[in-house]
């Protein structure tokens, strides 16, 4: 059973910073392309942040300039800077496959930004 464990969220100012973490199981994790995710109630799931096996990153317009994403392949994890926070970045974040099929979420970590 492939695990996703997330970590690293809480409550910050607008202006802030996090670093969400994200220690998977997943198999020839080096060779696989990864990414981060975020849902708010009511909403679908959004991909945020990607990054290659080779380490070229793409992210979102919403997020550009402000988040970053970087991997580990000795720690097999995957993290997620956040800078410039704004009470809109809200939301649960995950992190698993950049595209399906997917392997079994996570229980994600809460992010809040407050105004």
């Known amino acids: 059973q492939v695990q996703l464990v997330e970590s690293g969220g809480g409550l910050v100012q607008s202006g802030g910073s996090l670093r969400l973490s994200c220690k998977t199981s997943i198999t020839m994790f080096s060779s696989r392309a990864m990414g981060w995710y975020r849902q708010t109630p009511g909403k679908q799931r959004e991909l945020v942040a990607a990054?290659?096996?080779?380490?070229?990153?793409n992210y979102a317009d919403s997020v550009k300039e402000r988040f970053t994403i970087s991997r580990d392949n000795a720690k097999t994890t995957v993290y997620l800077r956040m800078d410039s926070l704004k009470p809109e970045d809200t939301a649960v974040y995950y992190c698993?496959?950049?595209?399906?099929?997917?392997?079994?979420w996570g229980q994600g970590t809460q992010v809040t930004v407050s105004s």
């Open positions: 990054i290659t096996s080779s380490g070229t990153t």
């Open positions: 698993n496959k950049n595209r399906p099929p997917f392997v079994s």
